[in-house]
């Protein structure tokens, strides 16, 4: 059976440096590593027998993202899965939280991911088969006090996937979305910026900001089960791959919390809801 092409986003570090390991050491696969700066990757130099292609990518850069989709398919010929991996944080109250800084995020989580995505569905379309993996969030799922626009870039690509998927069924091309919470990465430190509150009426959410920068890299989520579980789901459970991905259990709690008290929610409203409706 022919090799399976991996094209990962944001491989310096956390989720996509464990996932580009795990893969370079399977020998059925071809694994595309790309990083804004590609001297992080030496740590793959270990693992490469020429089934290794790394790549310079920056997910807000076009032209970058066209020149690696080229460069994996003439290395590689084909892309099979698409991991859009790369994203940064955001820690601050709504009123506080700095525009640009915001903006910048949702460049890189939202659109560097739409991107990404539209640059590799028409070398999966032609291939007919395809699998994309678009990492969000527990964030996604539940809108925490001072995620307010994280939550923003997640909850968008939660829409879009959801959307994407069922367009995209026909060409037997699956999304999944990947919901971790807490995992030991770079992402609660380097990679979120904080804007602690000056506002006095935000006060009480000063210590929040600082106890989930002081909890980075003690998080409970291991990485490399996660990599573990996903692999598996794409590899092993192709057919069924869901369309979410709950990852640890602060995830799938607050995940089943949410939407049983939802389920309530909306049924308590049903008839006042449906009664909006011209009478048929
Ligand atoms: N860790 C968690 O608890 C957690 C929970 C839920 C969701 N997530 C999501 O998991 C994904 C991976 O994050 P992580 O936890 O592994 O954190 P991480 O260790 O900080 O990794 C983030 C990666 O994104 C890359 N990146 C940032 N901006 C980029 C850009 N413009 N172009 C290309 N790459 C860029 C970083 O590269 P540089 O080295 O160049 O900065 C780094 O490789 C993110 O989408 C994050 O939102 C994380």
């Given at each position: 059976m022919a090799n399976k092409t991996w094209l990962i986003t944001g491989t310096s570090t956390g989720f996509g440096r464990t996932l580009a390991t795990f893969l370079a050491k399977q020998s059925n696969i071809n694994l595309v590593a790309t990083a804004r700066n590609t001297k992080k990757l030496a740590y793959l130099n270990e693992f490469d027998h020429g089934q290794i292609q790394k790549l310079t990518l920056d997910v807000t850069n076009q032209q970058e993202i066209k020149s690696v989709v080229t460069q994996a398919q003439a290395k590689f010929g084909t892309i099979d899965v698409l991991v859009n991996n790369a994203g940064l944080g955001y820690f601050g109250t709504f009123e506080e939280s700095n525009r640009d800084t915001v903006k910048y995020m949702f460049d890189v989580n939202v659109w560097g991911l739409v991107d990404m995505t539209r640059s590799v569905l028409p070398v999966m379309r032609q291939q007919k088969s395809g699998i994309i993996i678009n990492f969000s969030s527990l964030a996604g799922l539940y809108s925490f006090p001072t995620l307010s626009f994280y939550s923003g870039t997640k909850y968008a690509i939660e829409g879009i996937s959801e959307a994407l998927s069922k367009e995209v069924t026909d060409c037997?091309?699956?999304?999944?979305?990947?919901?971790?919470?807490?995992?030991?990465?770079?992402?609660?430190?380097?990679?979120?910026?904080?804007?602690?509150?000056?506002?006095?009426?935000?006060?009480?959410?000063?210590?929040?900001?600082i106890d989930n920068a002081e909890s980075a890299h003690?998080?409970?989520?291991?990485?490399?089960?996660?990599?573990?579980?996903?692999?598996?789901?794409?590899v092993n459970h192709t057919a069924e791959l869901p369309l979410r991905l709950p990852l640890g259990k602060l995830s799938t709690d607050t995940a089943i919390d949410k939407y049983t008290k939802s389920l309530a929610h909306f049924k308590k409203l049903h008839d006042l809801s449906a009664s909006a409706d011209q009478p048929e």
């Open positions: 037997n091309i699956k999304v999944m979305l990947v919901e971790p919470s807490g995992f030991r990465t770079d992402w609660a430190g380097r990679s979120s910026d904080k804007a602690l509150p000056k506002i006095a009426d935000y006060q009480q959410f000063k210590q929040t900001i003690h998080e409970p989520g291991d990485p490399e089960k996660a990599v573990q579980i996903i692999f598996d789901q794409v």
